[in-house]
């Protein structure tokens, strides 16, 4: 019995231990969380070029439909969010004096 | 052996739990994606150990081994295949084992089926769900283990209650505690959104699916807890404002009145910190009933042992309070405002914000109800008891005003007072309606009511709801029209408002239901073998009481038969079973339904020696069965609107939909 | 345990006694009330049967209705089976055939067992607070909703945060230029 505990804590452990060498790290996209204006502009510009990328693959073939419709919504989400907050900060940080 | 292995399981629960809340905070802090999926995993990892802890309980019970003090306290050796396995969530540890594996599965669906434009927030729901369920864990396995041993193990447990012993025990309790569990979804990402900053594009839709799909589950667990008090306990009745019945309720009226604030939200962005208190105050109510009776507090038929759980649970539930309170507090501020500049006038969404109104005011007074022994005998020193006449004081006044407001609600349009064609929906649906109410009243015999009762409210109750019905109903019927009665295409587009078409329609259903019963229509006849009874246009003949041993219980039934204007129609039994193991009598009801009343007949006394004389109580319980369909109406409703597909991405489809 | 549970489980064991049953546990579900309980009686007497028709029986009704059940949960002495309420009843009834009214019989049972034995709490002293709290919500209600979000209607403010569709606008405005 104890070999079975022991054997379930060691697998348990491991389990928690894959993502740190399996699959792919990088951050979580995000936007509300940034103060800084500069960055959100950077933000938007970097979705646009996606967005102009992913639609090129489309066009040429590279990218099934469903695939292309699904990344152009999300695109366009994390667009409306990064401008949402950056439309925040301006008024907030104008108001207050000074941008970062 | 296995049982060690269980509490082993729940034990690495616990910690796993821990972990999967550390991870989180730090992956949410540092947006880290490999840490917020180990967090994720750790999640997955309890889920799959709590269910194979569950299991093995499962197959302890049906085993039958009785060194376990759970399986000994609950079950016997001849308790019958299917109560052995509803043994399992009857008794404290049972049950509070049950909630925190529904709890753990939802949570592991729920982080599995993100909505990937919701990815950034996930650490911060990671975080909540497995905060809650580390402290759920930590119950299991300190107060609340249902692995506790006890040797030396006995050879026949102690039995299980005979209330407990009905196939509603192996569906209420699941189904009630899927809804309490479903809602810490919506919570959990309220308080996502709240430390996160913002409620993002995508937050609404996954919210709306799982408070509805919560939504359905306690209205269906709710009514089925009614249907089982009504079909057991005797009194004719299903609700008797029990703090536990009052304690499942607060939710479902939070729940409702979340789904109300997010439409508002929807269309036009407004009541967005309305929706985020509302969906944690739901989740916090659904922890409210059980701390009352399990610390003791109120006393009541779901009452369970007084057990030093008490303070644990009030422990939780304050810091719970505390650090939510205290997010909102610091962080609420930051959610934007809605999208545009907006007016509130007299339009649809002012009539959203008055049922939001009258839902949370019931609320209220349910709590204030509900609470108010406890803190009366704190102040005073004095008891005091409250019960049904309290709530029905004011219950029918708010269903009143919500009968009157579902109507005048759906018929409005956002942002304008004019009602298209209003002024010749409401002339046409009230003319409409007088029909329909009579029908109401004459089939289910209204005027039959005993002075006692109040007949002039249950004919303007009957008119009301009639005429919302019709209302609603026109106001469908001009919907389809202007799409020149496609109503495939009305349907593909419109699924949220058919759901909550008929959903409303349920509800307007139960209410009809809640005004026809009670009306002190009942008879108490003693009767010799032979006699007959007259009553309510049936002619009720006692036979004789006939005693049946049962697998463990012996069933005293007197056998009555039922004739109406001649017609034979047939054989009622009600009885009174008594269980071998715990000597309780308790009733089973001799039930003759049709679509507009119920007889029902209860043995309230009987001659021992010959059987041959006996005391029946008659009830005429009049349109019962319109909550019971209700109950499937509006669930049915509730399960259509989660599959509307536009609900909550709104401006996806205003711009970019499929060309 | 408080008393009154006490004095459940003291009627239930005498119950027990009288019908000579033997070797049953002392203790049904811990703290589990059963809200119809009762049992057949031990003799051939069959249960009174209470009045319900005429003046009497509407009197007797309507008391009955508003005195608890000591021994269960949530039901009045009317609906209960319980030995305790026969015997409450029984008292009711012994007052409404001796001319008393509603009042005086409540009275009378308020007296002996305190304000508790009343399903809901009178309108005096600190219980006033129970019907007062909801009377307020329900009529003040109403005028906090119109002063907390109707009156916004002038002070409601985006912070300069532009509707969805405008940033989509914006959005395909920028790609157009992207793409040339």
């Given at each position: 019995?104890?070999y079975?505990?022991?054997?379930?804590?060691?697998l348990?452990i491991?389990t928690l231990?894959t993502?740190?060498?399996?699959?792919?790290?990088?951050?979580l996209?995000?936007?509300?969380?940034?103060?800084s204006?500069?960055q959100l502009?950077?933000?938007k510009e970097a979705?646009l070029?996606?967005?102009?990328?992913?639609?090129k693959?489309f066009?040429a073939?590279?990218m099934p439909s469903?695939?292309?419709?699904?990344?152009?919504?999300f695109?366009?989400?994390?667009y409306?969010d990064?401008?949402?907050?950056l439309?925040?900060?301006i008024?907030?940080q104008?108001a207050s004096?000074?941008?970062? | 052996?296995l049982?060690d292995?269980?509490f082993?399981l729940l034990l690495l629960?616990?910690?796993?739990s821990?972990y999967?809340?550390?991870?989180?905070?730090l992956?949410?802090?540092?947006?880290h994606?490999?840490?917020y999926r180990?967090?994720?995993?750790?999640?997955?990892?309890?889920c799959?150990m709590?269910?194979?802890a569950?299991?093995i309980?499962v197959?302890?019970?049906?085993?039958?081994?009785?060194?376990?003090?759970y399986i000994?306290?609950n079950s016997s050796?001849?308790l019958?295949q299917?109560?052995t396995?509803?043994?399992?969530?009857?008794?404290l540890?049972g049950?509070?084992?049950l909630?925190t594996?529904?709890?753990?599965?939802?949570?592991?669906?729920?982080?599995?089926t993100?909505n990937?434009?919701?990815?950034?927030i996930?650490?911060y729901?990671s975080?909540?769900?497995?905060?809650?369920l580390?402290?759920m864990f930590y119950?299991?396995?300190?107060?609340s283990d249902?692995?506790?041993?006890?040797?030396?193990a006995q050879?026949?447990?102690?039995?299980m209650?005979?209330?407990?012993?009905?196939?509603?025990?192996?569906?209420?309790?699941?189904?009630?505690?899927?809804?309490?569990?479903?809602?810490a979804?919506p919570?959990a990402?309220s308080?996502?959104?709240?430390l996160y900053?913002?409620?993002?594009?995508?937050?609404?839709?996954?919210?709306?699916?799982?408070?509805?799909?919560a939504?359905c589950a306690?209205t269906?667990g709710?009514?089925l807890?009614?249907n089982w008090a009504y079909a057991e306990?005797?009194w004719s009745?299903?609700?008797?404002?029990d703090?536990?019945e009052?304690s499942?309720?607060i939710?479902?009226i939070f729940?409702?009145?979340?789904?109300?604030?997010m439409i508002v939200q929807?269309k036009?962005?407004h009541?967005?910190r309305?929706?985020l208190?509302?969906?944690f105050?739901?989740f916090f109510?659904s922890f409210f009933?059980?701390f009352?009776t399990?610390?003791?507090?109120?006393?009541?038929v779901h009452?369970?042992?007084?057990?030093?759980?008490?303070?644990n649970?009030?422990?939780?539930l304050?810091s719970?309070?505390?650090?939510?309170?205290?997010v909102?507090?610091?962080?609420?501020?930051?959610?934007?405002p809605?999208?545009a500049e907006?007016?509130w006038g007299?339009?649809?969404?002012?009539?959203?914000?008055?049922t939001?109104f009258?839902l949370?005011?019931l609320?209220a007074?349910v709590?204030?109800g509900?609470l108010y022994?406890i803190?009366s005998?704190?102040?005073?020193g004095?008891r005091?008891?409250?019960q049904?006449?309290?709530f029905n004081?004011f219950?029918p006044?708010?269903?009143l005003?919500l009968?009157?407001?579902?109507?005048v609600?759906?018929?409005m349009?956002?942002q304008t007072n004019?009602?298209p064609?209003?002024?010749r929906?409401?002339?046409?649906?009230?003319?409409a309606?007088?029909p329909?109410?009579?029908?109401?009243?004459?089939?289910?015999?209204?005027?039959?009511?005993k002075?006692?009762?109040?007949?002039g409210?249950?004919l303007v109750?009957?008119?009301l709801c009639?005429?919302?019905?019709?209302?609603l109903?026109g106001?469908?019927l001009g919907?389809i029209?202007?799409?020149?009665w496609?109503?495939?295409l009305?349907?593909?587009r419109n699924?949220a408002?058919f759901?909550?078409?008929?959903?409303?329609i349920?509800?307007?259903i139960?209410?009809a239901?809640?005004?026809?019963?009670?009306r002190?229509?009942?008879?108490i006849?003693?009767?010799?073998?032979g006699?007959s009874?007259?009553f309510?246009?049936y002619?009720?003949t006692?036979?004789?009481?006939?005693?049946t041993?049962?697998?463990?219980a012996?069933?005293?039934?007197g056998?009555?038969n039922?004739?109406?204007?001649?017609?034979?129609?047939?054989?009622?039994?009600?009885a009174?079973s008594?269980y071998?193991?715990t000597g309780n009598?308790?009733h089973e009801?001799?039930?003759?339904?049709t679509?507009?009343?119920?007889l029902?007949?209860?043995?309230?006394?009987?001659d021992r020696?010959?059987?041959?004389?006996a005391?029946?109580?008659?009830?005429i319980?009049?349109?019962?069965?319109f909550?019971?369909?209700?109950?499937?109406?509006?669930v049915f409703?509730g399960l259509?609107?989660?599959f509307d597909?536009?609900?909550?991405?709104?401006?996806?489809?205003t711009?970019?939909s499929d060309? | 345990?408080?008393?009154?549970?006490m004095?459940?489980?003291i009627?239930?064991?005498?119950?027990?006694?009288?019908?000579?049953m033997?070797?049953l546990?002392?203790?049904p579900g811990p703290?589990?009330l059963?809200?119809g309980?009762s049992?057949?009686?031990d003799?051939n007497e069959?249960?009174k049967i209470?009045?319900?028709?005429?003046?009497k029986?509407?009197?007797f009704?309507e008391v009955a209705g508003?005195?608890?059940c000591p021994?269960c949960?949530?039901?009045s002495?009317?609906d209960?089976d319980?030995?305790?309420?026969?015997?409450i009843k029984e008292?009711v009834?012994?007052?409404?055939?001796g001319?008393k009214s509603q009042g005086?019989i409540?009275?009378?049972?308020?007296?002996?067992y305190?304000?508790?034995i009343l399903?809901s709490?009178?309108?005096t002293?600190?219980?006033i607070?129970a019907?007062?709290?909801p009377i307020a919500?329900?009529?003040?209600g109403?005028p906090a909703v119109?002063?907390?979000v109707w009156r916004?209607r002038?002070v409601?403010?985006?912070?300069?945060?532009?509707?969805a569709?405008?940033?989509l606008?914006?959005?395909?405005t920028?790609?157009a230029?992207?793409?040339?």
């Open positions: 019995m104890i079975v505990m022991v054997l379930i804590g060691v348990l491991s231990l993502p740190f060498w399996l699959g792919r790290g990088g951050l996209q995000a936007s509300a969380s940034i103060n204006q500069s502009a950077a933000l979705l070029k996606a967005y102009i990328n992913d639609e693959a066009t073939g590279a469903r695939s292309w419709l699904q990344r152009r919504d695109l366009t989400n994390r409306i990064a401008a949402r907050r439309d925040f900060l008024r907030t104008t004096g000074g941008a970062s | 052996m049982a292995l269980g082993y629960c616990c910690i796993s821990i999967g809340v550390l991870s989180a905070v992956a949410a802090v540092w947006r994606r490999r840490l180990s967090s994720r995993l750790a999640l997955t990892g309890s799959v709590a269910v194979v569950a299991g309980l197959y302890s019970l049906f085993q039958r081994d009785y060194s376990i003090a000994f306290k050796n001849d019958p299917i109560y396995l509803t043994a399992f969530w009857c008794s540890e049950s509070h084992f909630w594996l529904l709890l753990t599965v939802y949570a592991t669906l729920a982080l599995w993100y990937k434009d919701n990815e950034h996930m650490p729901v975080a909540s769900l497995q905060a809650v580390a402290w119950l299991l396995i300190s107060y249902p692995f506790v041993r006890m040797f030396p050879a026949n447990g102690q039995g209650n005979a209330l407990l012993q009905n196939p509603y025990m192996a569906i209420h309790p699941p189904t009630l505690f899927t809804g309490y569990t479903a809602l979804i919570a990402y308080v996502a959104a709240l900053g913002d409620i993002t594009e995508g937050w609404l839709k996954t919210t709306r699916r799982w408070a509805l799909y939504w306690l269906a709710i009514i807890g009614g306990l005797g009745g299903y609700w008797a404002w703090p536990v009052n499942s309720l939710p479902w729940c409702t009145a979340l789904l109300h604030a929807d036009l962005g009541l967005k309305l929706s208190v509302l969906a105050l739901a109510f009933g059980t009352i399990r610390s003791g507090v109120i006393s009541s009452s369970f042992a007084e057990s030093p759980i008490g303070p649970y009030l422990a939780f304050a719970m309070l505390l650090v939510v309170a205290l909102y507090g610091f962080r609420a501020p930051s959610i934007l809605p999208d907006k007016v007299v339009s649809k969404e002012s009539a959203l914000v008055i939001q009258l949370l005011t609320a007074i709590c204030v509900t022994p803190v005998e704190a102040i005073t004095e005091t008891t409250v049904a006449p309290y004081t219950a006044w708010i269903g005003g009968t009157v407001a579902i109507s609600g759906n018929i349009r956002y004019k009602i064609g209003g002024l929906l409401l002339v046409l649906s009230f003319l309606s007088l329909l109410a009579g029908a109401l009243i004459y089939y289910g015999e209204v005027m039959a009511t002075k006692a009762f109040n007949l409210a249950q109750g009957l008119l009639s005429w919302s019905i019709c209302c109903s106001d469908l919907r029209k202007t799409l020149r496609n109503v495939k009305f349907l593909s699924l408002y759901g909550g078409y008929i959903a409303h349920g509800l307007l139960a209410i239901g809640f005004l026809g019963n009670y002190g229509l009942q008879k006849a003693t009767l010799r073998s006699e009874v007259e309510f246009g002619h009720l006692f036979d004789k009481v006939e005693t041993e049962e697998d463990n012996t069933l005293f039934s056998l009555i039922v004739q109406r204007n001649g017609l034979d129609l047939g054989v009622i039994r009600p009174r008594k071998v193991t009598m308790n009801i001799g039930l003759l339904s679509f507009w009343h119920d029902y007949v209860t043995l309230s006394d009987f020696e010959t059987g041959k004389k005391t029946f109580e008659f009830h319980n009049a349109t019962v069965r909550v019971w369909i209700a109950a499937f109406v509006m409703g259509i609107a989660i597909r536009y609900r909550g991405a709104k401006s996806r489809d711009v970019r060309a | 345990m408080n008393h009154l549970q004095n459940g489980r009627l239930r064991a005498l119950a027990r006694a009288l019908l000579c033997a070797a546990l002392a203790a703290g589990v059963a809200a309980e049992g057949p009686s003799s069959i249960k209470w009045p319900t028709e005429g003046a029986g509407e009197l009704h508003q005195l608890r021994t949960t949530g039901l002495v009317l209960s319980a030995r305790f309420s026969q015997q008292i009834l012994e007052q409404v055939e001319g005086e409540l009275k009378y049972f308020t007296e002996r305190g304000v508790w399903r709490p009178p309108t002293g600190f219980n607070l019907w007062a709290l919500i329900l009529l003040l109403p119109w002063f907390f916004r002038r409601v403010s985006t912070m300069g945060v532009r509707p569709s405008d940033i606008r914006e959005m395909d920028r790609l230029e992207l793409r040339r």
